[in-house]
Nanobody, 121 residues
Framework: QVQLVESGGGLGQPGGSLRLSCAASGSIFTIALMGWYRQAPGKQRELVASITSDERINYADSVKGRFTISRDNTKNTLYLQMHSLKPEDTAVYYC???????????????WGKGTLVTVSS
């Protein structure tokens, strides 16, 4: 079992900044990939940013140049630094990760429960 707990959501001003964190705990031997997804009201969940174990990073076009994903491997914590916030960034942000519990266990995907980000003046 793996637990992903997001924090840092809340109300942000247009043009402002917020920082999300996701703490991973539980049976973690290897982390293959971690990422942030978001789901706005009435829309499908979409990838925001992801980072692999070898630090390959991918961003959605809508957040390139504004958001930065990073990881602290010593703490098994994922971050999303968000700058130049826009109202369209309003969504529930979910932490996602692909882990395995031992060196021979299969990789499995886990989700956090999400944290709400609202961008409004």
């Amino acid at each position: 079992q793996v637990q992903l707990v997001e924090s840092g959501g809340g109300l942000g001003q247009p043009g402002g900044s917020l920082r999300l964190s996701c703490a991973a705990s539980g049976s973690i031997f290897t982390i293959a990939l971690m990422g942030w997804y978001r789901q706005a009201p009435g829309k499908q969940r979409e990838l925001v940013a992801s980072i692999t174990s070898d630090e390959r990073i991918n961003y959605a076009d809508s957040v390139k140049g504004r958001f930065t994903i990073s990881r602290d491997n010593t703490k098994n914590t994922l971050y999303l630094q968000m700058h130049s916030l826009k109202p369209e960034d309003t969504a529930v942000y979910y932490c996602n990760g692909v882990f395995r519990a031992t060196s021979v266990a299969p990789y499995t995907q886990w989700w956090g429960k999400g944290t709400l980000v609202t961008v409004s003046s």
